[in-house]
């Protein structure tokens, strides 16, 4: 399984309802962008999407802050 930037823009948009532009270095989750709640499923769907599994320490703004973070996040786990 494979996780582009694409696939993760295109979920931020449609399943969390964003319509704000997004780039790989928006910020999503300091801005308040996307809180707590987003973050849920953000991670549900990396974890399918990439077929990865997200550790509760990982979880941090250095690893899913951005779409250019979250990708490189699970590029280290391979």
Request: charge should be negative; aromatic fraction near 6%; charged fraction near 25%.
């Amino acid at each position: 399984m494979s996780l582009s930037k694409d696939d993760l823009i295109r979920h931020i948009r449609s399943e969390l309802n964003i319509d704000t532009p997004l780039d790989g270095d928006t910020e999503l989750f300091s801005t308040g962008m996307l809180d707590s709640v987003a973050m849920v499923g953000l991670i549900a769907f990396v974890e399918d999407k990439a077929g990865v599994r997200v550790q509760p320490g990982d979880v941090t703004l250095e690893n899913f802050d951005t779409v250019d973070a979250i990708l490189a996040y699970v590029q280290s786990l391979d």
